[in-house]
């Protein structure tokens, strides 16, 4: 039973460029949760989502950052104009439903020069 | 702006030698997790506490959730250097939001040979 996949595990962007990161939670979980830790912070709430549907956004930047989970295929997180504070490392997490243990994947570390 | 202050910040210790780490709030959770994680992955989830007072044993670790859920402390008895990690506390449903996580920043250990 594969864990939470992310892809890329490394991306690195100009400033100005777009960067799209990447989930698939583990089979049967139909949650989705992103979370960013920046350095030297905790790990920070961005959005919950289920398949087609935005439940809670409220730890997302209101503007360059957007999320999807579609019927089909994983969840995006996506950044445009990327600036060099979005470096930090995007851990995606999933769960069979509300109120279970969530599992997080191993990271997308974006690196902005 | 519920916050988990977790303490020491840094700990490092020798081979065999015991440790406590502290995890402290002001807020009330409904839950408690305890994570680890290693440089470059994402956490791992070692335990979830759920009830005021409560004791959990996973091998050499125990886990103890406050009487009023506010605090959680991590004892480890005779720590190895696989022990080595970032320990992170998370509480969660403070305000009705099960899967927003609140992190703290971790306390880094390193148990030496």
């Known amino acids: 039973n594969a864990g939470v996949m992310q892809n890329p595990r490394h991306l690195v962007r100009r400033r100005g460029q777009e960067a799209r990161l990447r989930c698939s939670p583990m089979k049967g979980h139909s949650h989705v949760y992103w979370y960013r830790q920046l350095p030297e912070e905790g790990l920070k709430f961005m959005v919950y989502?289920?398949?087609?549907?935005?439940?809670?956004e409220s730890g997302m930047p209101k503007e360059r950052f957007s999320a999807e989970f579609p019927k089909e295929g994983p969840s995006i997180l996506r950044i445009q104009q990327v600036v060099r504070g979005d470096s930090a490392a995007y851990f995606c997490a999933s769960e069979p439903g509300s109120g279970n243990t969530i599992y997080f994947g191993e990271g997308s570390w974006l690196t902005v020069v | 702006t519920q916050l988990l202050e977790q303490s020491p910040q840094f700990l490092s210790i020798q081979e065999g030698e015991n440790l406590t780490v502290y995890c402290n709030s002001s807020?009330?959770?409904?839950?408690l997790q305890w994570y680890r994680q290693e440089p470059g992955e994402g956490p791992v989830l070692l335990v979830t506490v759920v009830t005021g007072g409560e004791v959990k044993k996973l091998k050499r670790l125990t886990f103890q959730f406050g009487d009023a859920r506010k605090d959680s402390s991590l004892h480890i008895t005779a720590a190895q250097p696989g022990d080595t990690g970032l320990y992170l506390c998370?509480?969660?449903?403070?305000?009705?939001?099960?899967?927003?996580?609140?992190f703290g920043k971790g306390t880094l250990l390193t148990v030496n040979p």
């Open positions: 989502l289920q398949k087609e549907n935005i439940i809670d």
């Open positions: 807020s009330v959770f409904s839950s």
């Open positions: 998370a509480g969660g449903g403070s305000g009705g939001s099960n899967y927003k996580l609140t």
